[in-house]
């Protein structure tokens, strides 16, 4: 009897590695497909990104608007060039509200997936929330003092925001 049981144990911790080892491969393919779907979200939203690029010099010639600069509509405007968040799209003004709401602690991609409606426990949709912050960035919309954390810029000095005596 004591044989058979051995022999049990034996065959049972030879499963429980080979279960094991199949676990680990598992593991390593799904993290490989997760970061190749996260680089085909970031490129996607970069090709989406270009291709309205390309088409907007037509749409602007068609029905020109007086308000709007003649050239390429970005799908997020350069600071400079935009005459604020409404210019932004819903997605994008919801992303900088949520950095306000964030304060000094900064706006992390995880929390800005949640902003998003999106499932902040998927790897791609935290990086594809992380690529649309960093398009803030880039953009001068956002910065980006400490790795991952995205605040509003500092407010410039000549904008006459919190001038002295400006309440008296």
Do not use: C
Request: aromatic fraction near 2%; charged fraction near 30%; charge should be neutral.
């Amino acid at each position: 009897m004591r044989a058979v049981l051995e022999a049990r144990r034996k065959a049972a911790a030879v499963r429980g590695e080979e279960l094991a080892a199949e676990l680990e491969r598992v593991q390593t393919d799904l993290a490989d497909a997760e970061e190749v779907l996260r680089r085909r979200v970031i490129g996607l939203g970069e090709y989406l990104e270009a291709l309205a690029e390309e088409e907007a010099p037509a749409l602007v010639a068609i029905g020109s608007s007086q308000r709007k600069p003649v050239g390429p509509r970005r799908a997020v405007p350069h600071r400079q060039n935009a005459g604020g968040v409404e210019d932004l799209s819903v997605d994008y003004q919801a992303l900088m509200a949520a950095a306000l709401e964030a304060g000094g602690d900064g706006l992390g991609a995880r929390r800005a997936a949640a902003v998003l409606g999106w499932d902040s426990a998927s790897a791609s949709r935290v990086e594809g929330a992380r690529a649309r912050l960093k398009r803030l960035v880039e953009r001068g919309w956002l910065v980006e003092e400490k790795p991952g954390r995205f605040t509003l810029p500092a407010p410039e000095q000549g904008s006459g925001a919190g001038r002295p005596g400006a309440g008296s």
